[in-house]
């Protein structure tokens, strides 16, 4: 995974172990990982990232946080 054109999360402050980051796969694949831990990637689609991204959004996880 070394080759995909790793992005940083616009929402990451920048500090050591806190960047969320994104790649594209000539696949059509979304990857990401936290930028502390480079070898530990979750592989997803974008249309299954975008409906979690919406759900997030719409507070469908905020039960999860306790």
């Known amino acids: 995974m070394s080759q995909l054109a790793w992005q940083k999360s616009s929402f990451s402050t ?3 172990g806190e ?3 994104v ?3 000539a696949h059509g694949q979304i990857h990401l ?3 502390d ?5 979750l592989t997803t689609t974008a249309r ?3 409906a979690f ?4 959004k719409a507070g469908e ?3 999860l946080a306790d």
């Open 37 to 41: 831990r480079p070898g530990e990637v």
């Open 53 to 56: 991204l919406k759900g997030v």
């Open 61 to 63: 996880f905020d039960d």
């Open 48 to 50: 299954k990232l975008e």
């Open 14 to 16: 920048g500090g050591q």
């Open 33 to 35: 990982r936290e930028s």
């Open 19 to 21: 960047c969320v980051e």
């Open 23 to 25: 790649a594209a796969s």
